[in-house]
């Protein structure tokens, strides 16, 4: 069922954003085939989303189809050494589920917030490990086919995949993820020390999409953002965070064009000041 101009500000971690013209919550592989069938007939854009965690949506909201991969999607299970879940799990879950099953690999993920489909679009990762080289198998749905790569037809680099590349616009269904067997006390010391690590280091008590920047090489974005003297520099309700400056923070009402603005004047201050190009790593949707 469609909903019609629902507020996109509820579905992403940072609460800001305009609407969606059409936003579907599919239930299954075939709700999805439909929707993406829906959308071409009607010849409406098709924007894919997870638990928007990764996402900066501008004021305008997104035209066309908005289709949620999240709660309605969300099983997963485990045979022998594979893990296999729907785009909906959260990653969380399932570096838990994992700990439960004595399997080793995706202790990284414990602290990721959002969902096994976003992570594979983003190759998300953390304190060295990426969901990339785990990825056995994807199941997707592309113009109303449902397929599968194997391990070798997904490739993936830092923060992106083939999902960004040749393969825009494939919503994943399912993943296959391969862990190794471990000792459950290992697996739950390196889990419990990831999530002191970002409890320390990290705004979490803030509205946040996560590391705004990806890491430049040779650099790390927050002391570049620190030395410009840009820690805590503001733009109505968007903040460079006080704790970590890679992560810009929601401060009371904010809109996402404060967000845009201190992102444009953060890559400004650091391309004259180091001569530095700081990409975004959240992705930024919709229109103004
Ligand atoms: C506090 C905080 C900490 C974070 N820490 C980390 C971290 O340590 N490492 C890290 O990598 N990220 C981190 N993130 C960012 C984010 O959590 C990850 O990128 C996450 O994997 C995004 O998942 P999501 O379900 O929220 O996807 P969304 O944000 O909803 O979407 C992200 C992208 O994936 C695409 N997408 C989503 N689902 C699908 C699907 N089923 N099929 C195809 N494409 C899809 C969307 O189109 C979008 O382009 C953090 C975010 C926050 C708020």
């Given at each position: 069922?469609?909903?019609?101009?629902?507020p996109?500000?509820?579905?992403?971690?940072?609460?800001?954003?305009?609407?969606?013209?059409?936003?579907?919550?599919?239930?299954?592989?075939?709700?999805?085939?439909?929707?993406?069938?829906?959308?071409?007939?009607?010849?409406?854009?098709?924007?894919?989303?997870?638990?928007?965690?990764?996402l900066?949506?501008?004021?305008?909201?997104?035209?066309?189809?908005?289709?949620?991969?999240?709660?309605?999607?969300?099983?997963?299970?485990?045979?022998?050494?594979?893990?296999?879940?729907?785009?909906?799990c959260?990653?969380?879950?399932?570096?838990?589920?994992?700990?439960?099953?004595?399997?080793?690999?995706?202790?990284?993920?414990?602290?990721?917030?959002?969902?096994?489909?976003?992570?594979?679009?983003?190759?998300?990762?953390?304190?060295?490990g990426?969901?990339g080289?785990?990825?056995?198998?994807?199941?997707?749905?592309?113009?109303?086919?449902?397929?599968?790569?194997?391990?070798?037809?997904?490739?993936?680099?830092?923060?992106?995949?083939?999902l960004?590349?040749?393969?825009?616009?494939?919503?994943?269904?399912?993943?296959?993820?391969?862990?190794?067997?471990g000792?459950?006390?290992?697996?739950?010391?390196?889990?419990?020390?990831?999530?002191?690590?970002?409890?320390?280091?990290?705004?979490?008590?803030?509205?946040?999409?996560?590391?705004?920047?990806?890491?430049?090489?040779?650099?790390?974005?927050?002391?570049?953002?620190?030395?410009?003297?840009?820690?805590?520099?503001r733009?109505?309700?968007?903040?460079?965070?006080?704790?970590?400056?890679g992560?810009?923070?929601?401060?009371?009402e904010?809109?996402?064009?404060?967000?845009?603005?201190?992102?444009?004047?953060?890559?400004?201050?650091?391309?004259?000041?180091?001569?530095?190009?700081l990409?975004?790593?959240?992705?930024?949707?919709?229109?103004?």
């Amino acid at each position: 069922m469609f909903l019609k101009d629902y507020p996109l500000s509820k579905v992403t971690s940072l609460g800001v954003g305009g609407p969606a013209d059409f936003f579907i919550q599919p239930k299954s592989t075939h709700e999805v085939v439909q929707a993406q069938n829906f959308s071409a007939e009607k010849g409406l854009p098709l924007t894919i989303i997870g638990y928007g965690t990764n996402l900066l949506i501008r004021d305008g909201g997104i035209r066309g189809v908005v289709l949620q991969m999240a709660q309605a999607f969300a099983g997963a299970k485990v045979e022998g050494t594979i893990l296999t879940a729907q785009a909906g799990c959260l990653l969380g879950s399932l570096s838990k589920l994992a700990l439960h099953h004595h399997l080793s690999g995706l202790e990284f993920a414990v602290g990721i917030p959002g969902g096994l489909g976003g992570a594979a679009f983003m190759n998300a990762g953390a304190y060295g490990g990426e969901i990339g080289p785990l990825i056995r198998s994807i199941q997707y749905v592309q113009n109303g086919q449902p397929g599968t790569w194997n391990r070798d037809e997904f490739y993936f680099s830092y923060r992106s995949s083939r999902l960004q590349g040749d393969a825009k616009g494939a919503i994943v269904t399912q993943a296959e993820l391969e862990l190794t067997p471990g000792e459950p006390c290992d697996i739950f010391q390196k889990m419990d020390d990831f999530q002191n690590q970002r409890r320390s280091k990290q705004p979490l008590e803030y509205p946040s999409a996560g590391s705004t920047f990806k890491r430049p090489p040779g650099h790390y974005v927050g002391p570049l953002i620190e030395k410009a003297g840009l820690k805590g520099f503001r733009i109505g309700g968007a903040q460079v965070s006080t704790k970590h400056a890679g992560f810009i923070i929601k401060t009371g009402e904010a809109t996402a064009q404060d967000f845009l603005d201190l992102i444009a004047k953060i890559q400004d201050t650091i391309r004259q000041g180091f001569g530095v190009q700081l990409e975004p790593e959240i992705r930024i949707l919709g229109e103004d």
